[in-house]
């Protein structure tokens, strides 16, 4: 008799059933100000929010607000709002007031509510909790919409008598069997993901949210006539529970206005900065933002690939799987190197190649100089044309040329390409002989990345995931590979359009700082 | 055709908890149900396209494919495929030069053996199997007759075995044969072991489908109100978790394979299921003339892409096609979120 399996998908069933929805709506007069004081001076500006004199402090600005609406934290938090810009915005008012006068006195107004809000430590989010069940939140969950302050909340959570049984989890948690008698959502439920809400891992829905945020009800059916009725039902069923003082005012903040979509192009410049003209050898690269205030670029070449973890696989086999970047999608995880340089797969296979790395990579070195330089010294279009001519197979686009200039690439799929090339550089007489060592680095290359994978699969059986997917990061140490530290990180966003970037900066962990984008609408 | 009987013994199957075995939950009935329906419909030139968002996508694959399989009636083999199928016996080679491995049934019990050559009995041939290792010259070696009529129960073993077993016991078809017999008569079961075809097509991940059909018990009450065990495998007889000498009810390609192994010989099936979004985003173009459902799960990674996929081909058919016309099967369980529509055979 046996039926693990059964009874927790019946548990899914249950909690999905009796869901209750409850709303704690929560006041802070203070906060409500420094709200729509924020809202206020980025109205006004439209769209000169975008110039890089008001988009630092308003970013600033929005951040702090992001977090005291989203996790149950004191205002005077640590960590929560830069107080050195806060005084730097307070040093250049009159640099602002030069600009627009009534914008000015607008940052200014913010910035000193959420200075008089920095030193309060109210945590009135905390307080409505405590408030909506005097006896206790009991066994429950409570999801933040980031994980960068878990470790902070868990500790406020552990020491409110009324909270301390509760446990943090974030979205990614909610994935695995997870259960409780109460689910409590901070902020908007709309900030979450749809299984979230309508499959929800707990009989009791709370969201505990600020009363002048307004939310857009969700669609109650993924399909056009889809099954799913209009939530008549779950509306009549929800209740709210007045936590503090009533509230007439009904001017509200929309959820989404406390999001800010992401600066992109802001993440780009710092890692590659702003005025940098384009080099023959650039790449094609996605911006990925991840998880902790980091991103990086992927390459966006079909025969790229990223190395990623899926701690939810099915198969052992399937939870390291190397993919085309074009396959990545937020949550999930990639694995990266942090330390060490950016590509552990060519230092993995230079230790493999042995002896013969430095000849072969001598060799490899050797034809590419050769060829930028033809390059350098003509062009693009013209070295194409001159490799169909010396009897280049494939169609020797520009794009091509440039990926086998490319120190991330070996050499072309084709041999009638490389002799071609060999050709045209001046050496046709040893096209065979670098060939064979191409040829001998590609498949070290291959062999680097399966054990590299192995290696990783094997770490993974010994290490516990809990962390990745409460966090969003794990840093993976490998100590045979001389890899240097690995870290995994989730996804949290792509950004839709591809970039020319420095191949040197490819797959390589950047942090950006999270002024700009920690309340990323992601 | 299915008989209401077997429609009402799937609301006496049990899983246990808390020590004790339960009715199965509402939900997983109803999964059952919409198994059993789509079976149930009349043949028609318009496929169905089923999809369910479901809160937890463990078993939902299983108990679809059981309402399916339950409504089907075990099919009777046609005389002409018997009389094929002992045509075919009775021209096996010579067992002095090549001994073939033969699997016997009889009485819910299998036995490995060796082809022993054709007697004639009374004119007609009768082929000889045998099914015990001979000790000595006076015992062992039991050999049994087999004639037309029952050819049926008379197979070569796909599986070659160099010897036979001192005793004659055999082993039961199935350990849970009594779970399956609460569901089959004898003689369904018989025809099941031999004739039985695939006509389902599960498609999803192995390790986990696997652990749903193989490693979970259920147990259903019989008549005295004892419970008999066993496990959805007994009556899904998915192929990849028999042994080749059984013939499956259901065809199990992981989702992860790459392309659809369908082998000489093979009928389409009648009805798909592709467990999981990125499994029907993955499949779903292979199979456009059958019914096919689609399993999707709140958590599933690439739950927008195939919604998207879903309610693309859904507007598609509505520019053609009054949307009324289109629906097919009521909504069914509360808990579920899903569309039904009728959609060109292709």
Redesign the interface.
Known sequence: ??????????L??????AAERLTIPVNHELLKAFSFSVRQLSNHLGEAAEDELWRTPLALLKRYRFFMVSAPVPFDLAGLVDRSGLNTISRNLQMYSDVDRSAAALLSQAADLAARLNVLSDNPLLTALALAFPKGVGDALLLLNRSHLVPAVENILKKHPKTSVAAVVTQNQL?GDIYADRLVLVGAASWF???VV??PRAKQLVILRYKWIHEQRRE?????????QSDATAIENSKEVQAEVSWSDDVGIHESELLSPIDWARIHATAIGNNRTHDIEDISARLVMLEGDFAVFVEEDSGASVLTINPDA??KQ?RVVRMPPSLL?P??FIILRSTGGSDYIVTMADKLLGSTAASCRGQQQDWKDRLRTLVLDSSLLEVSVKLLDAGSTSRAYETNVRNWISSRNIRPHSYEDFSAIMRIIGIPDKAEEYWRSMEHIARHHQRAGQQIRRLLLRKLRSMDLTNLRRLGRLDIALPDADAGTLTAFRVMAIEPITRLIPAGHLNHPFHYGGAYAADAAV | MPTPSRRDWSKTLC???GGTWRPL?H??LSLIEIGWKLEDRPASNERVAL?I????R??AAALLGLGHILAQAVPFPTKEELDLHFDALLALPDPAMTPTPMIYLSDGRSYRGVHAGVRQVEGQPRIRVCVQERASDRSGGATHLIDRARAGKLHVDPEPHNRLGRNVNGRSLSKSRSFAKQVYDSSELGRLHIFARPTLLMIG????LR??IL?????TPDKRGAYK?GVFNDLLRVDRFLPSSLRARTRLIPA?AEEPIVEAGDSPPKLVIFDGADTHLRWCHHFKATDAVSI????D???DDA?AN??QR??TR?ESKD?DSL?VLE?LQ??????AFLEVRR
């Not at chain 1, 109650?220 to 799913?228: E, L, T």
């Not at chain 2, 999707?296 to 958590?299: E, M, S």
């Not at chain 2, 509360?334 to 569309?339: A, C, S």
Request: with cysteine.
């Open positions: 008799m046996n039926n693990p399996q059964f009874k927790t998908a019946a899914s069933y249950e909690t999905a059933a994935k993901p749809s299984f309508q499959a109650q059916s993924f399909f056009i006539d889809g099954w799913a099915d198969e399937e999608k949550e999930m | 899983y246990h908890t939950p939900w997983a999809v968002v479901v809160p937890d463990r078993f991940r192995l390790n986990a652990n749903e490693y979970e018990d259920f147990a065990e992860a999707f799960c709140h958590k990674r690439q739950l919604v879903i309610n859904y507007a509505c949307r629906k909504p509360r808990e579920f979120d899903g569309i």
